[in-house]
């Protein structure tokens, strides 16, 4: 539960720098930021799975850069059920698309944890401190 509401919170603040600088998207009230902010994390863990898969060719077909207009039609898709929401053109969107994503990649790295999960804390809890002595296994005056 930790860790939706952690990404939740990457993606809110992701979507408001994207409102902030490009011109065709914007929120009426923080509740809506945070309603899109959900919507969107909802629709990339259920629905961008599927439309990934049926769009491979695609992507493949453009070496991955099909994905950036997937990610786009969410936008889209969250402009039309969040009241307070705006997304003004499928240009706005896109270029909307790559900044949440940029910006979230970014926010994440931050919170990495030496397994490669996301951590929101910077304390990793198995990593224990151990003291001891290292024992060189060659003998005296040998290199």
Do not use: C
Not at 28 to 56: E, M, Y
Not at 66 to 90: C, D, K, T
């Amino acid at each position: 539960m930790r860790h939706f509401i952690f990404r939740w919170a990457i993606t809110t603040v992701a979507v408001m720098i994207a409102a902030s600088i490009i011109h065709g998207i914007r929120y009426d009230s923080a509740g809506s930021l945070i309603g899109a902010a959900l919507l969107l994390g909802i629709l990339n863990a259920f629905l961008r799975p599927i439309l990934l898969l049926l769009t491979a060719p695609l992507i493949i077909l453009t070496l991955g850069i099909f994905i950036f207009v997937v990610n786009a039609l969410m936008l889209l898709l969250v402009n039309q059920f969040v009241r307070g929401f705006h997304v003004e053109s499928f240009g706005s969107a896109f270029w909307g698309a790559i900044l949440i994503s940029i910006v979230s990649w970014i926010l994440s790295s931050f919170f990495r944890g030496s397994d490669g999960r996301v951590h929101p804390l910077t304390h990793h809890p198995r990593i224990r401190r151990v003291e001891g002595r290292v024992v060189s296994s060659s003998k005296p005056g040998e290199s």
